[in-house]
């Protein structure tokens, strides 16, 4: 079992940035592949980045303004938001995988966070 606690959130203005982050509970993250996704409300949740241990994968509407990272570690996934915009406003969810492969399909993912708001303001 891996239990992900999710921090960092907030309230930024647009054109600002901010940096979430995901710790594992009481273990490393090695051999999990690590996704964050997002869900704005009435919006179904939607992909923004993975990560393994030699490659980051990110949806086109957050490439080149997000950045997924791991500390050495790996105990916690980071994701850096720079240039936020106010559709970016969303619970944000850390999720593992026991798989090998980056995925950007949710039922790939076997262990979620409870998630950590951020909110963009025009």
């Known amino acids: 079992q891996v239990q992900l606690v999710e921090s960092g959130g907030g309230l930024v203005q647009a054109g600002g940035s901010l940096r979430i982050s995901c710790a594992a509970s009481g273990r490393t993250l090695s051999g999990y592949v690590m996704g964050w996704f997002r869900q704005a409300p009435g919006k179904e949740r939607e992909f923004v980045a993975a990560i393994n241990w030699s490659s980051t994968y990110y949806a086109d509407s957050v490439k080149g303004r997000f950045t997924i990272s791991m500390d050495n570690a790996k105990t916690t996934v980071y994701l850096q938001m720079n240039s936020l915009k106010p559709e970016d406003t969303a619970a944000y969810y850390c999720?593992?995988?026991?798989?090998?492969?980056?995925?950007?399909?949710?039922?790939?993912?076997?262990?979620w966070g409870l998630g950590t708001q951020v909110t963009v303001s025009s």
């Open positions: 999720a593992a995988s026991r798989g090998v492969y980056l995925r950007r399909n949710q039922d790939a993912y076997d262990y």
